[in-house]
């Protein structure tokens, strides 16, 4: 399957992305160009440990 930039991004809700994998604003507009809509495909997974609080306030 194809996804932007052939790689992974992280998908924890966090407020601080200690992996490197963060999906930003800027990685949209990109994304976006690149595939022509906003129907873009990206992989996800989560990278970064949740905080077991803010999960279960959810």
Same mark, same amino acid.
């Given at each position: 399957?194809?996804?932007?930039?052939? /790689? #992974?991004? $992280?998908a *924890? %809700?966090?407020? !601080?992305? =200690?992996?490197? /994998? %963060?999906? #930003?604003?800027?990685d949209a507009?990109? +994304?976006? &160009? @690149?595939?022509? *809509?906003? !129907?873009?495909?990206? +992989? @996800? +997974?989560?990278? $970064? &440990? %949740?905080?077991?609080?803010? *999960? %279960? =306030?959810?």
């Open positions: 399957m194809i996804s932007y930039k052939d /790689r #992974t991004f $992280c *924890s %809700e966090v407020d !601080d992305h =200690n992996c490197s /994998r %963060e999906f #930003t604003k800027q507009i990109d +994304a976006e &160009k @690149w595939w022509g *809509s906003k !129907d873009f495909p990206v +992989a @996800w +997974a989560k990278f $970064c &440990k %949740e905080d077991k609080e803010d *999960s %279960e =306030n959810d």
